[in-house]
């Protein structure tokens, strides 16, 4: 398998935009590639400068909304409530098997996935199924964005610690978005990660807009390519 789980330490800290920069980097290095996400909500959202996180994957990877995120819901709240709010459950067992779908299409392409998960890591996505399980079951590295501001040591902190108490290995943490000119806390606050950590902690600056160009060159600063 080559892929990565990306995880992020909260909703809202950057996971899309890390996982569609590396879509688009590796697509402009020639590398064929696939984007999962297995549960979009949200999608009732008045729709701001950027686009819907399925859409962003998509428009990265050159696929269509609908491929990327097969389980799909209106409300912004998390899978099992949005899920129940519809009349409807999800099963686990179709989680794991969209996934794995996913990463046998990548590999028929001697390509590379890209599986983004929902919220952090302990989000659930059934009532008794978690963002972990899943990315337990699939076996990919993975990859955390965080945030690089105030409070990101102690959330990032935890997100490894829950990744490893299943025995998930973490590729990197990744701080977005990076300023030009990172205050003393934030410098202090990646070296801090990285030492008790114990992990590779990386910077992604902020994306100027959602288009493919911009994506890949911002995407390109990450040593991808170490990581599968």
């Known amino acids: 398998m080559r892929g990565l789980f990306v995880t992020g ?10 996982s569609a920069a590396l879509l688009a980097a590796m697509r402009a290095a020639g ?16 729709q701001g400068e950027w686009p819907p996180d399925d859409e962003l994957l998509a428009l990265a990877a050159g696929m269509s909304a609908e491929d990327v995120a097969p389980l799909r819901f209106g409300p912004a709240v998390s899978p ?12 686990p067992s179709v989680l794991v098997e969209n996934a794995r779908a996913a990463i046998q299409r990548a590999a028929d392409q001697k390509g590379t996935v ?12 059934t009532d008794d199924f978690i963002v972990r399980d899943l990315a ?23 997100t490894l610690a829950a990744a490893r108490a299943v025995g998930l290995r973490v590729a990197a943490v990744v701080l977005t978005p990076w300023p ?14 990285a030492l008790i950590g114990q992990v590779e902690v990386e910077p992604l600056p902020s994306v ?21």
């Open 114 to 125: 890209i599986i983004e998960g929902v919220g952090g890591l302990l989000v659930p996505l």
């Open 80 to 91: 099992h409530l949005a899920a129940s709010m519809a009349g409807q459950r999800i099963e």
């Open 31 to 46: 590398e064929p590639v696939i984007a999962h996400k297995p549960v979009v909500t949200g999608l009732e959202e008045p």
């Open 208 to 228: 100027a807009g959602p288009n493919q160009a911009e994506l890949a060159r911002v995407g390109e600063r990450l040593p991808w390519r170490r990581w599968l």
């Open 180 to 193: 030009d000119d990172p205050s003393d806390m934030e410098r202090s606050n990646r070296e801090t990660i």
């Open 136 to 158: 337990t079951a699939l076996g990919l590295p993975l990859l955390i964005a965080a945030r690089p501001g105030l409070g990101t040591i102690n959330h990032t902190l935890l």
């Open 9 to 18: 330490t909260d909703t809202g800290a950057g996971k899309t935009i890390l």
